[in-house]
C-alpha cells in the first residue's frame, strides 16, 4: 500500500533526522536487543527485546518480509523459533499465533520480554549467517519488532563469542564498543552489522571544511598489505564519485561504513544503506585479482543514488511487503553507469578495459528480446519478482530485461547526448542537479521529476520530454554509433563471421543434447521451433552425445548454412531445420586499435568523460 506524499515526507524526516530520532528517546522508553552467539558454531543466536511502557493492549510483535535494497517477499520468519515471552516481573506470559509472521502476546504488565532462537547460515546483503567466525547480520533478517512501536528509538547489545570480535555497523556508537542506538525502527533494519575479527582501513574526506570518515570493515583470509592495497583503490574511486556529485552526503553520526566479507562460505553480493554497505564475495583479493572493487563501487554511488536521492516508493520503507518502484532503471541503472566509469576515471582499470565491459553491456542490451515487453519503466515495476524473489513455476527468461543494464545504457546514451547536443553539459551535471534538489534536501523524487531535472540542466524541455518519452517510457534506443564517434570509439560487429543459434546454451545430457532453457522469439532456435527441454538426438545425420559434438557443428558452420535437426519432444521424435544466423554481439574499441587515427577533437572528448588514459 502506498502512503500519501504529506505522510510519506513527514514520517521521512521522522526516520532522517537525527534530531528526531533524539526527541522520541526523550518521550518513549528505547526497545532494547540483546544478542548472544553462545551456539555460533550451529549457526544459532539467541535474542532477546524488550519494550517497555507498551500499555495493557496485546503486544503483537514480528518478523519483516522485505529489506532495505531488495525489492522482492522474503520470509524471514522462517528462521525463528523457541519464541518464548517474560513480563516486567519475569512472570511467563502467553504466546499466540495465527500467522506465519509474527506472534501476539495479551495479559503482560506494560512490559514485554521475548526470546527467541533465530537460525542464519548466509551471508549476504539480505540475510544472516552466524558461524564461530562471525555474525553477518542484516537486521530484518535478525530483529523482531513490534507493530505500532516503530517510532521508538533501540539500544543493541551484542555479545561476541571471542574477545577478538569487534563490531562494524551504521548504528551510533555509544562508550560500550558493543552497545549501539538508532533513532528508530526505519534506521535500525537499515543497519546490517558485522560482529567477527575484521581488519578496519578509515581514512577522510573534505566536506566544504567538514572532516566525514571513510571506514572499510574487511573479514577475509588475505593479507594486510592486499588490504591495504584494496584501501589504495577504494580510495581513489571514492574521490571521483564524490567529484561527480560535487558534496559528500552528510552521513550520519560522520562516518560512512563499508562492511566487507570475502571469505569462501559467503554469498556473493553488495547492497547500500544509508551510511553504510554489505559486500560479500567467496574470493580473497588475491583470487578475484581485487575486483572486488566493482561491487564497492557500484554501492557507494548509492550514497547519492537511492539512500538520498530516493524514489518516493520507497518513502517509507515497508518491511511487510514488497516495495516496487518504476524508478530502479534510474536508482540501479545510472549507479551501474557510474560504477565502472569512476573506477576508470581513478586510473584503476584500463581504456580497453573499460570498452571492453561497456560493449559487453551494450550489445546485451541492444540484442535483448526482452526489450520488445517492456520499457525501463516497467522493467523496473518486475523487481518484485526477480531481486532474489524465489517460485518454483518456470518462467519466461526472454521477457525481462534487468534494470541494471537496462538503466546502465540508457545513462550512456544520455551523457553522449548530452555532450553531443549541448555543450558543457554533461550527465554529472544532471545528477548534480537531482542531489541539489533531491538529495542534500532529502525531498523523495517522482518520475516526473527526473524529466524536470533533465529539462532544467539542458534548459531544453522538449528535449527532456522527447528522451524519456523514447527511452524510458518506451523501448527505443539512440544510434550508439555516431554518440561513441565524438570519442573515437568504433563500434563494430564483434563475431562478424561466426554462426550463431540465438536462444539458451544446448548441452549434453548424457544421452542427447538438451536446450536449456526457453528460446528468445525470431532466435534461429525458436524459428526451428525448439524449446527448454527438448533432446537433440543427431544433426544431418551425426548423433548429438557430448558437448563437443554441438560445437563441432557450430564451428563448422557459418552464417545461412542450415542442418537437418532430429529431436525429442516431450516423448515425440521429430525433425526441424534451423538456419544459422550472423553472431549479433558487439564491441566498442579505439578508432587506433580499429586501424585508424583519433583526431584532437575525439581525444578531448574521450579523456572529458573517461579520464586521462593509464
Known sequence: M?????????????VLALSAGLAQAQTAAPVEYDLRFDDAVHHEARITVTWRDVGTEPLRVRMSRSSPGRYAIHEFAKNVYSVSAVDGAGRALTIGRTDPY???????????????????????????????????LNIPASLMWAEGQEARPATVRFRPVAPD?????????TEDPYVFTAPNLQYLMDSPTEVSAHAVREWTVDDAGTPR???????????????????????????????????VPDFDFGTYTFIADYLPYVSGDGMEHRNSTILTDTRSFAQADFDQLGTLSHEFIHAWNVERIRPAELEPFDFTDANPTP?????????????????RRAGEQSVDGFLA???????????NPGRAYGSPQEMSLRAPFVDAATAIDPTNPTIFTSYYPYGQIIALALDLTL????????????????????????????????????????????????????????????????????????????????????????RATGTALMVTNVPARGSPVFEAGLSRGDEIVSVDGVEMN????????????????????????????????????????????RVETAGGSVTEAQSAFREAWLGPAS
Do not use: C
Not at 2 to 14: F, V
Not at 332 to 342: H, I, Q, R
Not at 560 to 569: F, N, S
Open 327 to 343: 524508478s530502479l532503471w534510474f536508482a540501479e541503472g545510472f549507479t551501474s553507469y557510474y560504477g565502472p566509469l569512476t573506477i
Open 546 to 589: 557430448a558437448d563437443a559434438d554441438w560445437a563441432a557443428v557450430v564451428a563448422a558452420r557459418k552464417p545461412g548454412d542450415t542442418v537437418e535437426i532430429a529431436y525429442r519432444q516431450r516423448g515425440a521424435d521429430k525433425t526441424t531445420r534451423l538456419t544459422f544466423a550472423a553472431d549479433p554481439a558487439i564491441e566498442v574499441v
Open 419 to 506: 555532450r553531443q547536443r549541448f555543450p558543457g553539459v554533461t550527465l554529472d551535471d544532471y545528477m548534480r542537479r537531482m542531489w541539489r534538489v533531491h538529495g542534500v534536501t532529502e525531498q523523495p523524487f517522482t518520475p516526473d521529476d527526473l524529466v524536470e531535472a533533465l529539462a532544467v540542466t539542458t534548459g531544453d524541455r522538449a528535449f527532456a520530454e522527447d528522451f524519456f518519452a523514447r527511452h524510458v517510457e518506451a523501448s527505443e534506443l539512440p544510434d550508439f554509433g555516431p554518440l561513441l564517434g565524438q570519442a573515437g570509439l568504433v563500434l563494430r560487429p564483434a563475431r562478424p563471421e561466426a554462426a550463431w543459434i540465438g536462444g539458451p546454451p544446448i
Open 2 to 14: 502506498r502512503r500519501n506524499r504529506s505522510a510519506t515526507l513527514a514520517l521521512a524526516a521522522s
Open 213 to 247: 570518515t571513510i571506514r572499510l570493515a574487511v573479514h577475509h583470509a588475505g593479507t594486510d598489505a592486499e588490504l591495504d592495497r584494496f584501501a589504495a583503490s577504494a580510495r581513489k574511486v571514492v574521490d571521483q564519485q564524490i567529484a561527480v556529485f560535487g558534496d
Open 165 to 173: 570480535w569487534r563490531v562494524a555497523t551504521q548504528l551510533r556508537p
Open 102 to 136: 509474527g506472534w501476539t502476546i495479551p495479559g503482560h504488565d506494560g512490559t514485554v520480554s521475548v526470546t527467541y532462537t533465530l537460525f542464519g547460515d548466509r551471508a549476504d546483503g539480505t540475510y544472516a549467517q552466524i558461524d564461530a567466525t562471525h555474525a553477518h
Open 357 to 367: 565491459d561497456l560493449g559487453g553491456t551494450l550489445g546485451f542490451i541492444v540484442n
